[in-house]
């Protein structure tokens, strides 16, 4: 197991960054969804708070792995992979990272122009950004959940380009990212 990514691979601070992300996500967008058809009370105040934890979480980690990618570089595409793709892979990448910070900031920030505290799981208090506003506080809703339905469909794009390359175009793109896959050899198969 190497922890740092190589040109042919991601190691596996990478692949955890990854995988932690898109579970944290598929939690999050889930809780995000039930709480917004429930009525207020304690229960939706508990899911309330896990949300906005688990959105500071995510935010963490966002930066956490954008650092990481800066020490431990990215691998090369895998071989056969064409100039088009590689284009289109690197925007798709862009957008997810802009997307990753857009949705838990404009999150904090409804949070705070709604004039309501943000913690992270009863151990840290956040500082406000902003003072109370009303107004932006709707304004900063609405695109906080516009922004995590473009990073649904953002997020889903990834995905089934990953699995276009490897049931269509056979190559180790996909393979590179998966928990537990070895190394791949400059040609594209096991090293």
Not at 56 to 83: D, E, K, M, N, Q
Not at 103 to 131: A, C, H, I, K, Q
Request: aromatic fraction near 8%; proline fraction near 5%.
């Amino acid at each position: 197991m190497t922890l740092r990514n190589s040109a042919t691979h991601w190691g596996s601070v990478s692949k955890t960054f990854h995988w932690l992300i898109v579970l944290l996500l598929l939690g999050q967008g889930t809780v995000g969804l039930l709480m917004g058809d429930m009525p207020r009370g304690p229960d939706k105040l508990v899911l309330m708070n896990l949300h906005k934890s688990v959105g500071i979480t995510i935010l963490a980690l966002a930066v956490l792995r954008v650092l990481w990618l800066l020490v431990a570089g990215r691998p090369h595409p895998a071989p056969g992979v064409s100039a088009r793709n590689r284009m289109l892979a690197k925007l798709g990448h862009l957008v997810l990272y802009a997307l990753l910070f857009a949705v838990p900031l404009t999150g904090w920030l409804l949070v705070d122009y709604g004039g309501r505290d943000l913690g992270w799981f009863g151990l840290l208090e956040l500082p406000n950004l902003v003072s109370e506003n009303h107004d932006l506080h709707e304004a900063f809703e609405a695109a906080h959940e516009l922004l995590f339905w473009a990073l649904t469909a953002t997020a889903l794009g990834h995905a089934l380009a990953a699995a276009y390359h490897h049931v269509f175009l056979k190559d180790a793109t996909l393979a590179r990212i998966l928990p537990g896959s070895k190394r791949i050899s400059p040609d594209g198969g096991p090293a």
